[in-house]
Nanobody
Framework: QVQLVESGGHLVQPGGSLTLSCAAS????????MNWYRQAPGKERELVAN????????NYADSVKGRFTMSRDNDKNTVSLQMNSLKPDDTAVYYC?????????WGQGTQVTVSS
């Protein structure tokens, strides 16, 4: 059974850092494109970062480029999102996502709040 579980969300001050983690089960993260999305109150869910299967190529939304870094740990079957220089506009629920076997799978989300 495919399952994604995010963790690491927290309240952080502007300029601070957080690392989000997504633990996957039921499939191997190395074999599939993995994505991080976020959804702020009153806004649509948006793609923040993704990582291609097998390789290390990553892509980022313009709004986070240079501040966020996505990585994958094949041994632990997890993906992470390192977030630096956080801004109030980064406040959102962050979701891990994978599309496989013709189905979109989402985690439950983890709340990130950037506020002083």
């Amino acid at each position: 059974q495919v399952q994604l579980v995010e963790s690491g969300g927290h309240l952080v001050q502007p300029g601070g850092s957080l690392t989000l983690s997504c633990a996957a089960s039921g499939f191997t993260v190395q074999l599939y494109e993995m994505n991080w999305y976020r959804q702020a109150p009153g806004k649509e869910r948006e793609l923040v970062a993704n990582m291609v299967s097998f390789g290390d190529e990553t892509n980022y939304a313009d709004s986070v480029k240079g501040r966020f870094t996505m990585s994958r740990d094949n041994d632990k079957n997890t993906v992470s999102l390192q977030m630096n220089s956080l801004k109030p506009d980064d406040t959102a629920v962050y979701y891990c996502h994978v599309y496989l076997y013709g189905v979109d799978y989402w985690g439950q989300g983890t709340q990130v709040t950037v506020s002083s």
